[in-house]
């Protein structure tokens, strides 16, 4: 979190969004390609350094934390991840497909149906609506589904023995150390994303270390686990204390009146409810605004507008990102029964409109072709479908969409 966060542009951030992959481009997060992507190495020289960071940094732990930091291994996948990490340019309009997929929708539902007490409890507790928390759990983990198995412990010390950013690893490192000490997790299950975010809601150790909660009081602050409790309450803490105001919407989506003056929008342009009435600015579908704020125009006067608030800036403090913090309070309002946008995104280079895209996928996974969903968003699986009905079609192979072979199709 936070720095949570700071870490993924190597993750998230980075470009959290960069990591931005998958299917026809589907979780926005994606952490982990699992422990087996990340095979250890023998490596003397990680070892000696290994000794030697006990020695300086781990010297005040007890012997059994000490012996669990000495049995990490050297993973050169994740250094090799770190030093590649494939920055993808998503638009807002694809970042919001993504973070509200049908897929996301469908475990979305069930997740909430299985924990809304629990989220209802959260919000009691810290003041944040149930479905923002929720939607934080549905980006960073896919509702849990996602939460990363490789060991935190020898990936932290892969990265600070590396050193490329080695004072931020190492500091990982020790703080990874202390939750061992405290007991919450033990070596074994301390797992989490290459980068060493952790558990349901992705939490780097620092974080977890300012933030996490005991929320059963139980002695164990569990975000490992299956059951999300601890996770999502940790989450609602977090928030809480970056700020979040009770009864203020994250923002909405709103219509502006014709000839709106665009030099009026821009984070950090605030004006309160009646200065944005007095200009024409509604809700979307009509009714005047509850709160004021800035107001975001992604894609220009062509596509949707937001009324951001102050809470907007809370979740970037989870993830400094603005496509993150949009998809997280989309999804929030998605989960808690509102429809899609109302407002339109223009076409893009190729022509296409995002249900141009989405019809595209079906028909080529229809056809034999598996574009790996059908969200409208064009990843590398879908681009592989695309050559190959272009190649079986007889058209020039190009790979890129096109509304001649949505045509062709």
């Known amino acids: 979190m936070s720095l949570n966060r700071r870490v993924f542009s190597l993750s998230v951030m980075g470009s959290l969004l960069s990591a931005c992959v998958g299917g026809g481009g589907r979780a926005p997060v994606v952490r982990s390609s699992g422990a087996a992507s990340f095979p250890p190495q023998a490596n003397a020289a990680f070892d000696a350094w290994l000794a030697t960071f006990r020695d300086s940094k781990g010297a005040g732990f007890s012997s059994g934390t000490q012996a669990q930091l000495m049995q990490a291994q050297f993973l050169p996948g994740v250094i090799e991840r770190d030093r590649n990490q494939t920055e993808f340019t998503r638009t807002t309009e694809d970042y919001l497909a993504i973070a509200t997929s049908p897929e996301r929708m469908s475990i979305g539902a069930g997740a909430v149906r299985q924990y809304r007490g629990v989220l209802d409890e959260v919000e009691g507790r810290y003041g944040v609506p149930w479905n923002v928390v929720a939607a934080v759990w549905g980006l960073e983990s896919m509702f849990g589904t996602r939460r990363g198995d490789v060991p935190v412990v020898s ?61 059963r009081g139980d002695g164990r602050r569990d975000i490992w686990g299956d059951d999300p409790t601890d996770g999502l309450a940790s989450t609602g803490a977090y928030l809480s204390k970056s700020g979040w105001q009770r009864g203020l919407p994250w923002g909405m989506e709103v219509s502006l009146p014709s000839g709106f003056d665009t030099g009026l929008a821009g984070r950090g342009k605030g004006k309160s409810a009646a200065d944005w009435n007095a200009y024409g600015v509604t809700r979307a579908g009509g009714g005047a605004l509850p709160a004021g704020g800035s107001i975001l125009l992604p894609a220009g006067t062509q596509g949707p507008a937001f009324l951001l608030t102050q809470n907007f800036n809370v979740i970037l403090r989870y993830n400094n990102a603005e496509n993150y913090a949009l998809g997280v309070g989309h999804l929030s309002d998605r989960l808690a029964g509102a429809g899609p946008l109302r407002g339109a995104f223009p076409p893009d280079a190729t022509g296409m409109t995002l249900a141009d895209r989405q019809a595209l996928q079906q028909k080529l996974t229809a056809a034999g072709f598996d574009a790996g969903g059908s969200d409208g968003v064009i990843g590398p699986k879908t681009r592989e479908a695309i050559a190959a009905a272009e190649r079986a079609l007889g058209m020039p192979v190009t790979g890129e969409p096109s509304l001649a072979l949505l045509r062709r199709l």
């Open 155 to 215: 990936a932290l010390a892969t990265l600070a023995f590396d050193g490329r950013r080695g004072a931020f690893f190492e500091s990982q490192l020790v703080a990874a150390l202390k939750i061992l000490e405290n007991g919450d997790v033990r070596v074994g299950g301390m797992t989490g994303s290459w980068a060493g975010a952790m558990g349901h809601t992705q939490f780097i150790p620092t974080s977890y270390l300012a933030y996490a909660v005991d929320f």
